[in-house]
């Protein structure tokens, strides 16, 4: 059973436009919340976190909404550019575990179109 | 470079060899993460080191798997007796106490 799900494989968004990526969690006791932006070839790159005391976070075009009655948050990307094209993987823990026993989900596609 | 580093880059072994993956963490990090990823998706916590010592391992690690990180610098992954279901990319990540988690590129492993 997913702990942490993500439920569009794939998403495809004009360049300039809003990004938002969705992410739903099962487990109550997951109080940490990051994003991980993968390219090609590449490992997983960090991009933003949230602890559950908070709502919101943001750094630059990226902002992380958290909404934890419905154990929901996304990332919303703004603007958009053609160099955000990757697979970001949303993952929870419990506590600020640093990079262990990370819950990862599956990740979605996001392809930004020139 | 200094990021984490994973060799080899990829891996073809037949079912029931033994193989072995090295990862070099970023120098001051003494926290250490094996993930392993299978396609479609993301990546599973395997075992996590500080400096030396191994303090967790998923319940994923079964007995064929065994991680060492000597001397809390380099760390090994092997997987004796492979299985098809070993076939992933097996990942790498390093951190201090208080950051997040740098990933390698990892190690693709093909079983056949």
């Known amino acids: 059973d997913q702990q942490v799900k993500q439920n569009s494989p794939s998403l495809s968004v004009q360049e300039g436009r809003i990004s938002i990526l969705n992410c739903d969690y099962t487990?109550?006791?997951?109080?940490?919340f990051l994003w991980y932006k993968k390219y090609p070839a590449e490992g997983p790159t960090f991009l933003i976190s949230i602890s559950s005391i908070k709502d919101k976070n943001e750094d630059g075009r990226f902002t992380v909404f958290l909404n934890k009655s419905a154990k929901h948050l996304s990332l919303h990307i703004v603007p958009s550019q053609p160099g955000d094209s990757a697979v970001y993987f949303c993952a929870a823990s419990v506590g600020r575990n640093y990079g262990q026993n990370f819950v990862f989900g599956p990740g979605t596609r996001l392809s930004v179109l020139p | 470079d200094t990021g984490v580093s994973q060799n080899p880059r990829h891996k073809i072994t037949k079912r029931g060899q033994n193989v072995t993956f090295r990862c070099d963490p970023i120098?001051?990090?003494?926290?250490l993460y094996w993930y392993r990823q299978t396609l479609g998706q993301g990546p599973e916590f395997l075992t996590y080191f500080q400096n030396e010592a191994q303090l967790e391992k998923s319940r994923l690690l079964s007995d064929r798997f065994s991680a060492e990180r000597p001397k809390g610098s380099f760390s090994t992954l092997e997987i004796q007796r492979t299985e098809q279901g070993d076939s992933a990319m097996y990942l790498c990540?390093?951190?201090?106490?208080?950051?997040?988690?740098?990933f390698g590129q990892g190690t693709r492993l093909t079983v056949v």
């Open positions: 120098s001051e990090h003494n926290r």
């Open positions: 990540a390093s951190s201090t106490w208080d950051s997040e988690a740098f």
């Open positions: 487990n109550s006791m997951f109080d940490y």
